[in-house]
């Protein structure tokens, strides 16, 4: 049942590229063990030729007979193991090949499942959004920095009281100095007959006068 869904024959797959390369490294194990077999069979028969060589030529030369028989099965031995070792070479390159290629094949399922819900216009849409709401919390941050908190002050008013204290400093300045403020000299002037007054007046018009450039001075001075 599993082989319709990839389960038992994938697997199976999978491990194909592994049971070939372990059944090609026992067999390369063994014809390994083959070759220093021979070797040593050779060396042996060598022996034996050079033991033999002056005393007995029949066995010396069976034995060099026996020694390239030997010599004849190293070297295909030899050559058997150069092929399964470049089999092996080549299974193990390619099954990294195909493991690599399957990777890639899964990321990029990953990112197609990524961007599966995303188009240009959901991004465009979702920059715009967020423009937007920067920009309403700019003017938010604007409107509570510029909103005034409590009743707004008449400049008039200001203006006016500015001008009282001004008045006052000056008014301290004069006494200190001696001399009497305009305002507090009227205020000081008697009450009498008209003729009186009126001759009062003409008495009091120059020093008047002298106060009222007297205060300008220090105005002028108090500006500067």
Not at 14 to 33: E, T, V, Y
Not at 71 to 92: P, R, W
Not at 213 to 219: H, S
Request: charged letters at 30%; zero cysteines.
């Amino acid at each position: 049942m599993w082989g319709w869904f990839g389960g038992s024959g994938a697997q199976k797959r999978r491990d194909a590229p592994k049971d070939a390369i372990l059944g090609l490294r026992q067999q390369l194990d063994m014809l390994q063990k083959r070759e220093r077999h021979l070797e040593n069979q050779m060396a042996e028969q060598d022996a034996l030729a050079r033991k033999n060589v002056t005393v007995n030529k029949t066995a010396a030369k069976a034995a060099l007979r026996r020694k390239k028989q030997h010599e004849h099965s190293l070297e295909q031995t030899t050559a058997q193991i150069s092929t399964i070792e470049q089999q092996i070479y080549s299974i193990e390159a390619a099954n990294i090949n195909q493991e690599t290629l399957l990777a890639m094949q899964r990321a990029g399922q990953a990112m197609k499942k990524i961007h599966g819900g995303l188009t240009m216009d959901k991004i465009d849409q979702t920059m715009d959004e967020l423009r937007e709401q920067h920009a309403l919390g700019q003017e938010i941050g604007e409107a509570i920095i510029s909103a005034p908190i409590g009743e707004p002050v008449d400049e008039q008013d200001l203006e006016a009281e500015l001008e009282g204290m001004e008045q006052e400093q000056i008014d301290e300045r004069m006494l200190k100095g001696g001399v009497v403020p305009v305002s507090d000299e009227v205020h000081r002037l008697p009450t009498a007959a008209n003729g009186e007054l009126k001759g009062k007046s003409t008495r009091v018009q120059p020093e008047e006068e002298d106060e009222e450039a007297e205060l300008a001075k220090l105005q002028a001075e108090m500006a500067m």
